[in-house]
């Protein structure tokens, strides 16, 4: 690999790693804002309206500050913090399991090992099952640096998530960190997206369809078949809307339909 190769993956996991640091700071302001908003409630008897003036325009400003972070070449979501309890466990642990889009740009299927992600295969399972993922978009596209094709997001805009975090699982799975802190997702996985923080993932999730490299922090719990990989191959092919490296695939990517059954 050329210096200048390497340079340039180097540059996409720093600003990948300034992205996650901003993005932790949005949300922590944002509990902050949370936390005066209802302080202003309590005396609003006394106050007035004054404070939800104040209060509004700093949530306001917070906002934009979460939305820029958001804006990263990297898969990952600004997904809101655990609040709702994970599915129920009804898949069988010891299966493999298929999960199956329909899209505007083919067919794309991957196989899941539930042995060694139950929670993640039970998780997207349970979401399949009642329609979560049925016309999304995949949101977001790679073609710097990182390569890859998320999708899963409900709002198409890189903060939806089903309201519960799932655990990091199979983090090992690509082998230990080299030097630069980073192992090779090679082409065909499928792995979760997450804040940065530990068990973090929620529904949105990326396909990588040329090799890339990355800190083994996202749960690698997919394999695409090579018809899938041609799929997604070319939506990365076609590039990003206005020929920038991350944003909307030009091609744009419609998931009409999902399905996760036992292989």
């Known amino acids: 690999m050329s210096s200048s190769e390497q340079r340039r993956r180097q540059l996409a996991r720093e600003k990948f790693e300034r992205q996650q640091k901003r993005r932790e700071e949005a949300r922590r302001r944002t509990r902050r ?13 006394v106050v007035g309206v004054s404070a939800f003036v104040v209060a509004g325009k ?26 709702a309890p994970l599915p129920a466990m009804k898949i069988d642990k010891k299966a493999k399991y298929t999960m199956s889009l329909t899209t505007s740009q083919g067919d794309i299927a991957f196989s899941m090992d539930a042995a060694k992600t139950p929670q993640t295969v039970n998780s997207f399972k349970a979401l399949a099952d009642k329609g979560y993922f049925d016309d999304t978009k995949c949101h977001r596209l790679t073609t710097q640096g990182i390569f890859v094709l998320q999708c899963g997001d409900p709002k198409g805009d890189g903060t939806g998530g089903p309201g519960y975090n799932i655990p990091d699982e199979n983090l090992d799975a690509l082998g230990k960190a080299g030097d630069d802190g980073t192992v090779v997702y090679p082409p065909g996985t499928v792995a ?3 804040t940065g923080q530990p068990d973090s993932g929620g529904s949105q999730f990326f396909l990588v369809y040329k090799e890339t490299k990355l800190p083994p922090t996202y749960t690698p719990f997919g394999t695409m078949d090579d018809a899938s990989l ?24 419609t998931v009409e339909k999902v399905s996760v059954e036992k292989s």
């Open 33 to 45: 804002i949370t936390a005066i908003v209802a302080a202003s409630v309590a005396v609003v008897a």
């Open 58 to 83: 700093d949530d306001d400003k917070d906002k934009k500050s979460e939305a820029a972070a958001s804006q990263s070449p990297t898969p990952e979501p600004s997904e809101s913090e655990s609040k």
């Open 192 to 194: 979760m997206a997450n």
């Open 230 to 253: 041609k799929a997604v191959e070319k939506v990365g092919a076609a590039g990003v809307e206005g020929g920038a490296g991350d944003g909307a695939p030009k091609k744009a990517v």
